[in-house]
Structures are given as C-alpha cells and as structure tokens.
C-alpha cells in the first residue's frame, strides 16, 4: 500500500471504526488515537531531576548522569517524553510498524505539554528529524523520526529542515552494546549542500533513544557544518 493510501486509511478507519486501544484493547475515542483515555494518563512520564541529557538522575538536578560523565556530548540538552516501556512503547510500535500516522500527532501534543522540551523547542530555530538511510525509508514507506518533527513543527512554529542525510545503511541498533552502537552510527551522516542552517540552532527529532548514540553522531556532523547548537527531543528513553 501506498504511504497515501496507509494514510488515508488509518484516517478514515480511526473516523468510521473505533479501533482497541493498542495497549490494553479497550475502546478509543475517534479524536485520541491509538491510546484509551486511561492508557494516556499512565504514560511513563520521566519526572523529578534529569541530566541535562534527559536521562533521569537519582541525584540532584545539575548533575551529569554516567554516561554524560564518561564523555560530553555534542548534544546541549535533551529530553524524551517518557521511558520506552508500557503504552509509550506500544505507541512507537503503532506509529513505527503498524502504520498508525495519527500517532504522531498526538504524541507532539503531549511532548509540547512538556515543559522541558517546549524550552528546547524555544531555543531552537528550526527542527531536525533524524534521517533513515533511504534504502529503509522506501521499505517502510515513511521515516516515523519525520512524522514526529512535522507534527510538532506545527504546534511550535518551527520548520523542519531535510539537510541532514543517512549515507551509510547502519545495521539497526537493538541488540548492540553501547561501544557497538558507537562504531555502528560513525560517519553515516552527511549534511546536504544547503546552507541556511549555518549558525543556526536545531533540535533533532527521533522516536527513541538508547545510549545517545545516533543523536550524538547527527549532533556532530551538523556542528561540523556550521549549525551552532544541537538540542534533542524524542518520544522514548530506553535504558
Ligand atoms: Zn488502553
Ligand atoms: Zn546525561
């Protein structure tokens, strides 16, 4: 199926035939896809201190947590929505492998609740999602990172910007140590031949972050480019 008529599809089926809730299977309303009303007020929000990463801290705010610790990140400031577990998982999943583009949207409602990443998004001068190599892109019809920087670009003001390309088809990330991961994403960025994002500064939009890895490897070769700062926003943190 085309990504348009995916779309269309998953627009219409959500207007005409209210669906399960992808998380506990109970009814949804039309309006508030693909979660219940109760699966929406349990997310795995991340609460109380975090360093400026994201990560949760168990310390006090203005600490760096480990990993930030072992090395400093090209990233400024991150945040993510939640932890990657329970419905927030089963939200990535919809909008990533089962073509649940609404997703999307309102998943950007709830990070721009967020106050963390709505001070990110006013830092910022423009959005940028964090590119699939586009041998992927065309399996999956879309990039699900793509998705998300569109769908808060409209509730912030912010464009997205499409410099940023993935040269190198990196093997996926999921059963990768942390130094594997590393070596995975080196020098599979490219920025394009525009230039409007010299001194700017953005912020990278993926769906879920893991060691930082990805992001830190996009931080790097945007500021290399000329773009003066690089924050990050993404759905899921897993640990
Ligand atoms: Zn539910
Ligand atoms: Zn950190």
Redesign the pocket.
Known sequence: MTLFWTRTWDALAGALFPTGCVSCGNLVAAHDPPLCQKCWNQLPLIAGAQ???G?PLHGAEGE??G??RRGRSPVLEGASLGTYAGPLRDCVVALKYRGRHRTAARLSVRILESERCRSILKASDALVAVPLHPDRERGRGFNQAHLLANALAGGCGRPVWSGLARTRNTRTQTDLSAGERRRNVRDAFAVGADAALKGAAVTLVDDVTTTGATLRECAATLLAHGVREVRSITVARAE
């Open positions: 360093c400026r990463c990560a760096d947590c990993r930030c």
